[in-house]
T-cell receptor, first 113, second 114 residues
Framework: DTGVSQDPRHKITKRGQNVTFRCDPISEHNRLYWYRQTLGQGPEFLTY????????KSRLLSDRFSAERPKGSFSTLEIQRTEQGDSAMYLC???????????FGPGTRLTVL | AQTVTQSQPEMSVQEAETVTLSCTYDTSESNYYLFWYKQPPSRQMILVIRQEAYKQQNATENRFSVNFQKAAKSFSLKISDSQLGDTAMYFCASRQGGSEKLVFGKGTKLTVNP
């Protein structure tokens, strides 16, 4: 069990650029979650997938954000036309349906200049 | 709406002593779950302990235990025999039964001093 992995760990971009992050869940976990954490705050829920279906989305997920999980394994989170307010740590978590416990990855820290 | 409040931004404790971190929550659901997560500096978030609301018995995991007061909507974390490795941000979180969304508090920064 290698845990949840995220790539890249750090991303610096200029305002207006698009960025994409990847998350690989624990292999047998069918649920995958994205959260955003800004400095001094707890994580905020963005969205979650069960297998390849996106079942819940937060109002925080504006139309510049899109997440996919095409084959029910890894997931990508894309942010288009980045803004300075998008600077945050983006966390991915996974769980096995029925267990209720989410396991978190190390996060991708995004800095928008 | 689901809310979680941690009223202690920072706490410190001497090694080997006991410390209690506070958390209150609000939910309209009768079926919910409560969690404490630990986030060490520059490291990933780890589950410390979880409590199902329907269980009356307080959860324990080795040196970590909770005091779950359902009527008061309080969920405090007690760390016994504190160790230097316990230094971290601690987040209280809740999840309503019909949702997969975790709602987190703002966290308490705990420092264990030698």
């Amino acid at each position: 069990d290698t845990g949840v992995s995220q790539d890249p760990r750090h991303k610096i971009t200029k305002r207006g650029q698009n960025v994409t992050f990847r998350c690989d869940p624990i292999s047998e976990h069918n649920r995958l979650y994205w959260y955003r954490q800004t400095l001094g705050q707890g994580p905020e829920f963005l969205t979650y997938f069960q297998n390849e279906a996106q079942l819940e989305k937060s109002r925080l997920l504006s139309d510049r954000f899109s997440a996919e999980r095409p084959k029910g394994s890894f997931s990508t989170l894309e942010i288009q036309r980045t803004e300075q307010g998008d600077s945050a740590m983006y966390l991915c978590a996974s769980s096995l349906e029925g267990t209720g416990t989410q396991y978190f990855g190390p996060g991708t820290r995004l800095t928008v200049l | 709406a689901q809310t979680v409040t941690q009223s202690q931004p920072e706490m410190s404790v001497q090694e080997a002593e006991t410390v209690t971190l506070s958390c209150t929550y609000d939910t309209s659901e009768s079926n919910y779950y409560l969690f404490w997560y630990k986030q060490p500096p520059s490291r990933q978030m780890i589950l410390v302990i979880r409590q199902e609301a329907y269980k009356q018995q307080n959860a324990t995991e080795n040196r970590f235990s909770v005091n779950f007061q359902k009527a008061a909507k309080s969920f405090s974390l007690k760390i016994s025999d504190s160790q230097l490795g316990d230094t971290a941000m601690y987040f209280c979180a809740s999840r309503q039964g019909g949702s997969e969304k975790l709602v987190f508090g703002k966290g308490t920064k705990l420092t264990v001093n030698p």
